[in-house]
C-alpha cells in the first residue's frame, strides 16, 4: 500500500512540475539583452533535463553551419531557454549583418499586423487587389492589364506572376519547374517603379517564381495604407515591445542611400533579437500579453494555401505542411536568405532556432550605418567551402543546408 501512495506521489510531483515547467515557459518573454537578455541553461544534462534537448546533436548541426558558410552562427531557443548559440568569423551575438532575403519574414508580418490594425481601409484583406490608384498610385499607368487582377495574398506567396530573378529563373505550375528567360529586376537606385514594372510571365495565380519585386510591393502598398516607412511600422509595432536594440535597413549603398527599405530584405538585428522574432511567432504573436502578430495570419503562414497551389511557400515562409522535409514537424515554418541566414519557427515543439551565414560583405558596418563589433576569428579569411560529392563530409550550401539544420535540431529534441 505504502508502495502505491509512495508511486502515486511520485506521479502526482511529476504532474505538477511538468505542468509548472510548461506555465513558466508559456509565460516567459525575454528582456532586451542590456537588461539581462535569454535565460540559459549550460551542460549537457541541464539542457537535456530543463530543455529536452541533445547537446550533441545540437553541435553536429552547428558543424553542418560551419562548413556551409565563410561566417555565422546557430542559436537554438527551447521552452524559453536560450540553449545554444556558437558563432564562426565575422559573425557574433551584436553584429548587424546583412540578413538579405530573410528580411521577406518580416515585410509579410508587418503585412499580417497592418491587415488587422487597418482592416476598415482593406477589409478584403489578402483578397484584395492592390493595384488601384489608391493603394498603389506609383504603378499607373499600368503596363500590363493583368497587373490589375493581383491579390496582395498572390504579392506575399510570389504568385502574382512577376517573372524571377537571377540569371536562370525558374517558374513552377502545380509543382513542375520550367526555366524563365532572365528579366530586368530591381534597381536599389529606382526600387519603386522598376519593382513595379517587372513583367508577368504568367497571368496572376498561375504559377509560381521566387521574385523580390512582389514583396517589395507589398512593403509600398503597407507604406502608401500606413503612412509610415516599412522599418519605422517594424520598429513601432514589433522590434519596440520585443526590446531589439540597435538594428536597421541596409540602406547605404556606395554612394547612395536609399529612401525606403527593401521589402524584399536585407534588414540587419541582432541574433538574439532575431530569436525575439521568431520566438513571438512561436507564441502566437503574443508577447507579454500583447497580441502584436494576428494568430491567424501566422497560422496561414504555416500551412498550404489557395494562394500558392504551386509550391509550399506562403506569405514569405517556406512551409511544411506536406511533409517535404521528413524530420522535421508538419507545422515547422521558415524563411531563408542568400548568404546563408534563415530563421525556423516550429511551434508545435516550442522551437526557434536562428542560423546565421554571410560573405564579408554582408557584415559592412557601411550598409547599415550601424558600428559593427570586432571579431577576433580571423581562420575564415578566404575560406570556401568544400564541395559535396556523393555523401562525403562536403558543405551542404543554400537552402539545403537549412533544410538540414532545421531537421538535425529538430532530431535533436528528445521528449
Same mark, same amino acid.
Given at each position: 500500500?505504502?508502495?502505491?501512495?509512495?508511486?502515486? #506521489? &511520485?506521479?502526482?510531483?511529476?504532474g505538477l512540475l511538468f505542468a509548472s515547467a510548461t506555465l513558466q515557459a508559456a509565460d516567459y518573454y525575454p528582456p532586451s539583452d542590456s537588461k539581462g537578455g535569454w535565460r540559459t541553461l549550460s551542460g549537457a544534462k541541464e539542457i537535456r533535463e530543463k530543455a529536452g534537448l541533445?547537446?550533441?546533436?545540437?553541435?553536429?548541426? $552547428?558543424?553542418?553551419?560551419?562548413?556551409?558558410?565563410?561566417?555565422?552562427?546557430?542559436?537554438?531557443?527551447?521552452?524559453?531557454?536560450?540553449?545554444?548559440?556558437?558563432?564562426?568569423?565575422?559573425?557574433?551575438?551584436?553584429?548587424?549583418?546583412?540578413?538579405? &532575403? *530573410?528580411?521577406?519574414?518580416?515585410?509579410?508580418?508587418?503585412?499580417?499586423?497592418?491587415?488587422?490594425?487597418?482592416?476598415?481601409?482593406?477589409?478584403?484583406?489578402?483578397? *484584395?487587389?492592390?493595384?488601384?490608384?489608391?493603394?498603389?498610385?506609383?504603378?499607373?499607368?499600368?503596363?500590363?492589364?493583368?497587373?490589375?487582377?493581383?491579390? @496582395?495574398?498572390?504579392?506575399?506567396?510570389?504568385?502574382?506572376? $512577376?517573372?524571377?530573378?537571377?540569371q536562370s529563373p525558374s517558374g513552377y505550375v502545380q509543382g513542375k519547374s520550367q526555366p524563365l528567360k532572365p528579366v530586368p529586376g530591381q534597381n536599389i537606385r529606382d526600387l519603386d517603379k522598376s519593382s513595379l514594372d517587372v513583367p508577368l510571365w504568367c497571368s496572376p495565380g498561375?504559377? $509560381?517564381? +521566387?521574385?523580390?519585386?512582389? %514583396?517589395?510591393?507589398?512593403?509600398?502598398?503597407? #507604406?502608401?495604407?500606413?503612412?509610415?516607412?516599412?522599418?519605422? +511600422?517594424?520598429?513601432?509595432?514589433?522590434?519596440?515591445?520585443?526590446?531589439?536594440?540597435?538594428?536597421? $535597413?541596409?540602406?547605404?549603398?556606395?554612394?547612395?542611400?536609399?529612401?525606403?527599405? =527593401?521589402?524584399?530584405?536585407?534588414?540587419?538585428?541582432?541574433? *538574439?533579437?532575431?530569436?525575439?522574432?521568431?520566438?513571438?511567432?512561436?507564441?502566437?504573436?503574443?508577447?507579454?500579453?500583447?497580441?502584436?502578430?494576428?494568430?491567424?495570419?501566422?497560422?496561414?503562414?504555416?500551412?498550404?494555401?489557395?494562394?500558392?497551389?504551386?509550391? %509550399?511557400?506562403?506569405?514569405?515562409?517556406? =512551409?511544411?505542411?506536406?511533409?517535404?522535409?521528413?524530420?522535421?514537424?508538419?507545422?515547422?515554418?521558415?524563411?531563408?536568405?542568400?548568404?546563408?541566414?534563415?530563421?525556423?519557427?516550429?511551434?508545435?515543439?516550442?522551437?526557434?532556432?536562428?542560423?546565421?551565414?554571410?560573405?564579408?560583405?554582408?557584415?559592412? %558596418?557601411? @550598409? *547599415?550605418?550601424?558600428?559593427?563589433?570586432?571579431?577576433?576569428?580571423?581562420?575564415?579569411?578566404?575560406?570556401?567551402?568544400? %564541395? #559535396?560529392?556523393?555523401?562525403?563530409?562536403?558543405?551542404?550550401?543554400?537552402?539545403?543546408?537549412?533544410?538540414?539544420?532545421?531537421?538535425?535540431?529538430?532530431?535533436?529534441?528528445?521528449?
Amino acid at each position: 500500500m505504502s508502495s502505491k501512495r509512495d508511486s502515486l #506521489r &511520485s506521479l502526482l510531483q511529476a504532474g505538477l512540475l511538468f505542468a509548472s515547467a510548461t506555465l513558466q515557459a508559456a509565460d516567459y518573454y525575454p528582456p532586451s539583452d542590456s537588461k539581462g537578455g535569454w535565460r540559459t541553461l549550460s551542460g549537457a544534462k541541464e539542457i537535456r533535463e530543463k530543455a529536452g534537448l541533445d547537446l550533441a546533436r545540437l553541435e553536429t548541426a $552547428y558543424q553542418v553551419c560551419e562548413r556551409a558558410t565563410p561566417n555565422g552562427g546557430l542559436l537554438v531557443v527551447r521552452h524559453g531557454y536560450l540553449v545554444f548559440e556558437k558563432y564562426f568569423g565575422r559573425a557574433s551575438r551584436n553584429a548587424n549583418p546583412d540578413m538579405a &532575403s *530573410t528580411g521577406k519574414a518580416y515585410t509579410s508580418i508587418a503585412c499580417g499586423v497592418m491587415l488587422h490594425e487597418f482592416r476598415d481601409k482593406i477589409p478584403a484583406g489578402l483578397e *484584395t487587389k492592390v493595384f488601384t490608384e489608391k493603394l498603389l498610385p506609383q504603378a499607373f499607368p499600368l503596363n500590363d492589364p493583368r497587373k490589375a487582377d493581383i491579390k @496582395l495574398g498572390q504579392l506575399l506567396s510570389m504568385t502574382a506572376g $512577376y517573372w524571377g530573378e537571377g540569371q536562370s529563373p525558374s517558374g513552377y505550375v502545380q509543382g513542375k519547374s520550367q526555366p524563365l528567360k532572365p528579366v530586368p529586376g530591381q534597381n536599389i537606385r529606382d526600387l519603386d517603379k522598376s519593382s513595379l514594372d517587372v513583367p508577368l510571365w504568367c497571368s496572376p495565380g498561375e504559377g $509560381y517564381s +521566387y521574385s523580390s519585386p512582389a %514583396p517589395h510591393i507589398a512593403s509600398i502598398v503597407l #507604406r502608401n495604407l500606413t503612412g509610415m516607412e516599412l522599418q519605422d +511600422y517594424i520598429r513601432t509595432r514589433l522590434a519596440d515591445p520585443m526590446g531589439w536594440e540597435s538594428w536597421g $535597413y541596409c540602406l547605404h549603398r556606395g554612394d547612395y542611400d536609399m529612401p525606403h527599405a =527593401n521589402g524584399a530584405g536585407s534588414i540587419a538585428v541582432h541574433a *538574439t533579437d532575431a530569436l525575439r522574432f521568431g520566438y513571438c511567432l512561436a507564441k502566437g504573436g503574443k508577447w507579454e500579453g500583447k497580441q502584436l502578430v494576428p494568430a491567424d495570419y501566422i497560422r496561414l503562414c504555416q500551412q498550404a494555401s489557395p494562394y500558392n497551389p504551386h509550391t %509550399p511557400f506562403v506569405l514569405q515562409f517556406e =512551409n511544411n505542411a506536406d511533409g517535404h522535409l521528413l524530420a522535421a514537424p508538419r507545422d515547422a515554418f521558415f524563411k531563408s536568405g542568400a548568404g546563408g541566414f534563415g530563421i525556423f519557427i516550429v511551434p508545435s515543439l516550442d522551437l526557434v532556432i536562428y542560423k546565421l551565414g554571410g560573405k564579408d560583405g554582408q557584415y559592412d %558596418p557601411a @550598409l *547599415t550605418g550601424l558600428p559593427q563589433p570586432p571579431f577576433k576569428d580571423n581562420s575564415r579569411e578566404n575560406w570556401q567551402p568544400i %564541395p #559535396r560529392t556523393g555523401f562525403n563530409e562536403g558543405s551542404f550550401s543554400g537552402d539545403d543546408g537549412l533544410r538540414r539544420v532545421l531537421e538535425l535540431v529538430s532530431l535533436a529534441v528528445m521528449d
